[in-house]
């Protein structure tokens, strides 16, 4: 990750063109995102997303998605520009897929906000994120959906092991609303 990072300084990427390369890359959200986003947004429920790749891209994809709501926060690996608007190096300690939790505990604040909060829906696709939640505070209930989209034979018995719900090759948010809309009565 040190290494990938140390490239994308050496391209003298600039601030001003994130936007644009966003939109003409082909990065999606999962099918039913808008449903999701929307649902957690108007019930007044954290999402707090944490992500080993790039917080300006994944902010951005959000924005651009329109779904990017007060309600959502995400923990990730952040850029740091220079006064022209070049990258320069990347800020704070590097998140990859298996500290994920130590990057967000960095951000003990945004945890203060879940103590009335004692109901988590961790969705993740790697056996790193397992441990996201571990930093709430007075949790009492953890649903974990596991997204297999890679090595599915390989990994399937430790996903079965560790994860409540495995969706196999699934690019959709159906399982997490479907949940979702039980839970709140809808």
């Not at 090595?151 to 609303?177: F, G, H, W």
Request: aromatic content about 10%; hydrophobic content about 40%.
């Amino acid at each position: 990750w040190t290494k990938a990072h140390e490239l994308l300084v050496q391209q003298k990427i600039s601030k001003d063109h994130l936007a644009r390369v966003v939109i003409e890359s082909e990065v999606m959200l999962r099918d039913g995102y808008q449903q999701f986003f929307g649902h957690l947004h108007q019930m007044s429920v954290p999402l707090l997303i944490f992500s080993a790749g790039i917080g300006d891209v994944l902010e951005e994809v959000i924005r651009q998605a329109g779904v990017f709501h007060p309600n959502v926060k995400v923990f990730s690996n952040y850029m740091d520009f220079d006064d022209s608007g070049f990258l320069r190096a990347f800020k704070g300690e590097l998140i990859h897929i298996y500290n994920k939790r130590e990057g967000a505990l960095i951000n003990v604040e945004h945890f203060k906000e879940l103590q009335s909060r004692c109901n988590v829906l961790l969705l993740g696709d790697s056996l790193g994120d397992l441990n996201m939640a571990d930093g709430v505070l007075g949790l009492k209930n953890i649903l974990k959906i596991g997204y297999l989209n890679d090595k599915v034979d390989e990994r399937r018995q430790s996903y079965l092991n560790t994860y409540d719900i495995i969706l196999e090759k699934d690019e959709t948010m159906d399982v997490p609303n479907a949940i979702l809309l039980y839970i709140t009565g809808q």
